[in-house]
């Protein structure tokens, strides 16, 4: 037994690993080759040959990649609180947008390759311990490429393109009557003991301002329209030249913009295809960057809501408004349809429609223009097509119709029998046409 013990062989313990410096560290062949690959689309992107990356030897090559740029994180701010879902939201917002918009068409260069192997690029040939290796034609090339990179003022452009998309995002997360959001300005933070860089970008939050106001002999509450400080840049308080609405007054009068959650409460339920992002982010752009302000038959302002088609803007409804000293404060939502907007107008001179038609018919609902197919229906055709042109609502909901899905065959064929009936019985026998509300009324 001892003679056994003694011939037992022993486990050698494992040798310690030999330690690699952190900038020392090699990454995966399949990164470097997506780098290379990335490398030479930008080189012909900023107006050089992409040949010149030969003159580097293929481990010079590879440490133009050694420190990794990762992309933009978005978290929340020290003491702010910020929904996960909505930090999950801006998160993947931002990345679909990196990967998909293009820094350059031509060569297929991505904001997001511009951020990560364009700025790696950019920090190596910039860095004394890269460059005091290369021979004189190596160097030669380097600042060559660093210029061209230069040009483009590579940092600020990525910050930016990052900076305006959360913007966007943002605001369409953004409720004036509860939180608006803002961004802190970003911080790079190398990550501790690894050859990788990372860029945070910190979301901010900022309560609602409240106004109390007498309108009907009834006080109301109204909320400040502003967008949450972005970067270094300070809130963005919502305003509207005086001259828009009145024309004789001063060019430099200026209009503070408030909104009654009443407004907000009746967008959604009138524009009630759209997610509530794209809600939100047409209510921002329709109050704070258009303000197209459109007058009724009646003389009534309103200021439209406006959703982008394209490279056009068409308008989705309507936000009724009063004014009180330098203050322009939004009472309600109204509908395409309404009949005390022009294009309600136009219908209801047509088609001897009341509002209470409106609301049977559900035409008071952006729905409307997805469920039923007018084209069916001739008399509403001739009208909200042939003559108001808004055949634009319908084409923009059958642009984003699933293929398997169709109109609502019974709302169609309900739409349609009521427009039969109402043909069929001449407008004289029924009396005169019902006069449009007052416009100062809230609905």
């Known amino acids: 037994m001892a003679k056994n013990r003694n011939n037992r062989k022993k486990k050698k313990s494992p040798a310690p690993a030999s330690h690699v410096p952190a900038l020392g560290q090699r990454h995966s062949k399949s990164y470097l080759d997506a780098c290379h690959s990335s490398a030479r689309r930008i080189i012909r992107a900023v107006g050089e040959d992409d040949a010149l990356l030969d003159v580097f030897t293929k481990r010079q090559r590879q440490d133009i990649f050694r420190v990794m740029i990762k992309p933009p994180y978005v978290a929340a701010m020290s003491g702010h609180k910020v929904p996960k879902l909505f930090l999950r939201y801006m998160q993947e917002t931002l990345t679909r947008h990196l990967k998909n918009d293009c820094f350059d068409e031509a060569n297929h260069v991505t904001w997001m390759e511009m951020l990560t192997v364009g700025e790696a690029m950019m920090l190596t040939f910039m860095s004394e311990m890269y460059t005091v290796c290369l021979q004189p034609h190596q160097l030669k090339v380097c600042h060559r490429l660093l210029a061209a990179l230069e040009a483009t003022d590579l940092f600020s452009a990525n910050q930016r393109k990052v900076v305006e998309t959360l913007r ?59 967008l949450g400080p972005i970067g270094d840049a300070p809130a963005f308080d919502a305003t509207i030249a005086a001259n828009r609405i009145f024309p004789g007054a001063a060019p430099d009068r200026k ?24 809600r939100a982010e047409t209510m921002y752009f329709s109050l704070m960057f258009v303000q197209r302000v459109v007058q009724g038959a009646n003389g009534r302002m309103f200021i439209a809501c406006i959703m982008p088609e394209g490279e056009d803007t068409r308008i989705v409804g309507y936000f009724a408004f009063t004014i009180e000293e330098d203050r322009l404060l939004i ?111 809230i609905v």
């Open 331 to 441: 009472l309600t939502f109204l509908p395409l349809l309404s009949l005390r907007v022009p294009e309600g107008g136009v219908m209801y001179e047509r088609l001897h429609l009341s509002q209470e038609d409106v609301a049977y018919l559900g035409m008071d609902k952006l729905s409307f223009f997805y469920d039923v197919d007018i084209e069916r229906i001739p008399a509403l055709k001739r009208v909200l097509f042939d003559e108001l042109h808004l055949e634009y609502v319908h084409r923009l909901y059958n642009s984003v119709r699933p293929p398997d899905e169709t109109f609502n065959e019974k709302k169609t064929a309900f739409v349609k029998k009521f427009f039969r009936e109402i043909e069929e019985v001449p407008f004289d026998s029924v009396g005169d046409p019902e006069v449009p509300p007052e416009p100062e009324r």
């Open 255 to 278: 209009l503070n913009i408030y909104i009654q959650s009443h407004a907000i409460h009746r967008l959604k339920e009138r524009i009630d295809t759209l997610h509530p992002s794209v």
């Open 168 to 226: 966007v995002t943002l605001m369409s997360i953004s409720q004036p009557n509860f939180r608006v959001y803002g961004l802190a300005p970003a911080r790079t933070i190398p990550e501790s003991g690894r050859p990788v860089i990372r860029r945070w970008m910190y979301v901010t939050t900022h309560k609602c301002r409240t106004l109390r106001f007498r309108y009907n002999d009834y006080e109301r509450i109204a909320f400040r329209l502003f």
